[in-house]
């Protein structure tokens, strides 16, 4: 199952700039962090993207695109969207994070145990987020605000509400 991500309250789904076209090498699931790099050859709009390797001085970003692969030439509407990946060496969306911005991810898009009033901090090397019970010395930090699910078909998955306190 791929992770999926429901945005809540973002800056980017109301301004512009806070949205970035990425690529990256390998397929990621949407709730992947990750840092930008060079610019795209041919295609200025678009950044080349890749796992963070120093989260306390990197500016980090939430991937998180809709879910509309395309098939020849089509796009489909994805209804069930633990079921999409973004495609390695495709564009995606990724958003910059803002402090105040909420989204909710489900669980295995972070790596252990949320807790409530704790937080998840990007790591070093993955494109997943990591529980903790510090901030640590991270660019950006998110609160936990909530355990809750997302609901997929009949199915409710296990997830969490976050909130974004510290930004880069």
């Keep these: 199952m791929s992770t999926i991500v429901n945005l809540n309250l973002m800056a980017g789904t109301k301004v512009d700039s806070f949205i970035q076209s990425v ?3 390998e ?4 709730g992947s962090f990750v840092v930008l790099k060079g610019v795209l050859a041919g295609n200025p709009e678009v950044r080349i993207a890749a796992t963070p390797t120093d989260v ?3 500016e980090v970003l939430l991937v998180a695109s809709p879910e509309i692969p ?3 030439g089509f796009r489909i509407d994805v209804s069930d969207p633990a079921l999409f990946t973004n495609k390695a060496n495709t564009p995606a969306r990724a958003f910059r ?3 105040g911005d909420t989204f909710t991810i489900t669980d295995d898009g972070i790596d252990g145990a949320t807790v409530v009033d704790q937080y998840v901090i990007p790591q070093d090397g993955k494109y997943k987020g990591i529980a903790s019970a510090t901030l640590g010395t991270t660019k950006v930090a998110l609160l936990v605000l909530e355990k809750t ?6 199915s409710r998955v296990p997830a ?7 930004e880069a």
């Design 23 to 25: 690529q990256l090498p």
């Design 27 to 30: 397929a990621v699931d949407n």
């Design 56 to 58: 306390a001085a990197q």
């Design 70 to 72: 395309e098939v020849n």
């Design 97 to 99: 994070l803002k402090n």
């Design 149 to 154: 699910t997302i609901s997929v078909g009949r």
């Design 160 to 166: 969490t509400k976050l909130q974004v306190i510290k």
